[in-house]
């Protein structure tokens, strides 16, 4: 079992920043990819961001290519999620999740979720 625990949420203007932080316990795997994922008011969630656990390759959705960088620290078992140049379509909850398999951005693929913390962007 993962256990992961989201914090750095918030409100924020648009153009500003904030830094999610995914802290892993229990049983983590040095090759299990992880991720965070989104889900706004009435939407499906959707892939942000992934990164190996081991290699540090990254993968990031469009929207958020150039303006969201995603790091992990193995020796601190987090991963964390950088957001500048915030904008209101970002607003959602966000999820930080681990993958037993191959790294991937379908959510199915994810076994492993935390509780999600709130971001939202001001106009």
């Known amino acids: 079992q993962v256990q992961l625990v989201e914090s750095g949420g918030g409100l924020v203007q648009a153009g500003g920043s904030l830094r999610l932080s995914c802290a892993a316990s229990?049983?983590?795997?040095?090759?299990?990819?992880m991720a965070w994922f989104r889900q706004a008011p009435g939407k499906e969630r959707e892939f942000v961001a992934a990164?190996?656990?081991?290699?540090?390759?990254?993968f990031y959705t469009d929207s958020v290519k150039g303006r969201f960088t995603i790091s992990r620290d193995n020796a601190k078992n987090t991963v964390s999620l950088q957001m500048n140049s915030l904008k209101p379509e970002d607003t959602a909850v966000y999820y930080c999740?681990?993958?037993?398999?191959?790294?991937?951005?379908?959510?199915?693929?994810?076994?492993?979720w935390g509780q999600g913390t709130q971001v939202t962007v001001s106009s």
């Open positions: 229990g049983r983590t795997y040095n090759s299990n990819p």
């Open positions: 990164i190996r656990w081991s290699g540090g390759s990254t």
């Open positions: 999740a681990a993958a037993t398999g191959r790294i991937t951005t379908s959510a199915d693929e994810y076994d492993y």
